[in-house]
């Protein structure tokens, strides 16, 4: 069983900057890849950005390319989301997940494909 605790969000005002922190549980965080997803009321579970085992491959949602960067910190059990430009369409819950996979270079970029989930964080842009 993996627990994932997200952390980070707030309230920022549109263009604005936020950095989202997921920290996991898991022995072997190196084995699982990692995604970012965010609902907001209303609407359907969005895919943000996703990541593979190493960091090195990385997949982004189109709305979000080029103001949000994903990474990851093996040694510290925690993968990141650094929001840029922040827009007040960017407002949403926004929750990390986990996937245990042997594939070395793959992103994972459905909500259907996570093993686990955390609580999910707010993050508020106003305009």
């Known amino acids: 069983q993996v627990q994932l605790v997200e952390s980070g969000g707030g309230l920022v005002q549109a263009g604005g900057s936020l950095r989202l922190s997921c920290a996991a549980s898991?022995?072997?965080?190196?084995?699982?890849?990692m995604g970012w997803f965010r609902q907001a009321p209303g609407k359907e579970r969005e895919t943000v950005a996703a990541i593979n085992l190493s960091g090195g491959y990385t997949h982004y949602g189109n709305s979000v390319k080029g103001r949000f960067t994903i990474s990851r910190d093996n040694a510290k059990n925690t993968v990141y989301l650094e929001m840029n430009s922040l827009r007040p369409e960017d407002t949403a819950v926004y929750y990390c997940a986990a996937k245990w996979t042997g594939a070395f270079r793959s992103t994972f970029i459905l909500a259907s494909q996570y093993d686990y989930w955390g609580q999910g964080t707010q993050v508020t842009v106003s305009s």
């Open positions: 898991a022995r072997t965080f190196s084995s699982y890849a």
